[in-house]
């Protein structure tokens, strides 16, 4: 791992793979750090002939964390911060892979910097449009856990999970994964609460309508969170999208589903 100082923040990072192959940026959602992005998943899209980067965004992981809800910055810096890695990697552009929340970073990277992005593939997203389904009525309300009880904070996560994934739970693999991102985090409370509290805005120079890359959309039709319509909704409005339904599967890309998620994303010319 490396830390980068871009934009006066500092981003962890990790690669995969060798620096000559096509590159690909993985974004996780919300409260997420690079960890989400499974090792074995960014081991195999390496064997398969991509440079993989995966990183911590803004309060999440070791990259800078600040004040509890009062983060100070909007969707549009955490896109700046994409690019701005991109540049301190020497990479001219990069295949975007967005999970959820970071759709809506993915669209900026896509419309206002078009220049860096080769494809853009959404994972779980949504439009954010009025009228699409809420999440499902069988999503527990878990409440807020307290953040001075380490145990408790832990099994709130991973009882997260386990409501998202729509069956495709290993309760060891989970609870591995949320241990070892409370322990690298920098403030763990930040990495839950900030990316709810930034800025929502939106991109300068247009709107799913105006993404010129080619655009995969990736959807679970069990995702309990945000529904297949969210993701349909996406591919609705990119002109030439390819919606790419994956049965079964909730709102995180499971284990079961690495295969398809690999073989389905954008083919790229060398």
Excluded at 123 to 130: M, R
Excluded at 179 to 187: E, I, P
Excluded at 189 to 205: C, I, K, Q, V, W
Aim: hydrophobic share 40%; glycine share 10%.
């Amino acid at each position: 791992m490396t830390t980068y100082t871009v934009n006066g923040v500092e981003l962890c990072v990790e690669t995969y793979g060798d620096p000559a192959d096509p590159a690909i940026l993985l974004i996780h959602g919300a409260g997420a750090s690079m960890l989400w992005w499974d090792a074995r998943l960014c081991a195999e899209l390496a064997r398969r002939g991509r440079y993989v980067i995966r990183y911590d965004q803004r309060d999440t992981g070791q990259s800078t964390s600040f004040p509890v809800g009062v983060p100070g910055y909007a969707m549009s810096d955490l896109a700046a911060d994409a690019v701005a890695l991109l540049v301190a990697l020497g990479i001219e552009q990069a295949d975007v892979v967005a999970q959820s929340m970071s759709g809506g970073t993915a669209l900026m990277l896509g419309v206002d910097h078009s220049a860096y992005v080769r494809s853009l593939t959404f994972v779980s997203s949504s439009t954010g449009d009025e009228g699409l389904p809420p999440p499902s009525a069988t999503m527990p309300r878990l409440g807020t856990p307290d953040f001075g009880d380490p145990a408790a904070v832990e099994e709130y996560v991973v009882r997260s999970i386990e409501a998202e994934a729509a069956g495709h739970f290993d309760e060891a693999s989970a609870r591995a994964l949320v241990r070892q991102d409370m322990g690298q985090a920098r403030n763990y409370e930040a990495s839950l609460t900030n990316h709810y509290a930034m800025t929502f805005d939106g991109p300068r120079n247009g709107g799913f309508g105006d993404l010129s890359v080619p655009v995969v959309v990736m959807h679970g039709d069990a995702d309990p969170l945000l529904p297949l319509p969210h993701g349909e909704a996406i591919a609705k409005a990119v002109p030439g999208a390819r919606l790419v339904v994956l049965e079964g599967m909730g709102h995180g890309l499971s284990e079961p589903y690495w295969t398809t998620f690999v073989d389905e994303l954008p083919v790229i010319a060398r």
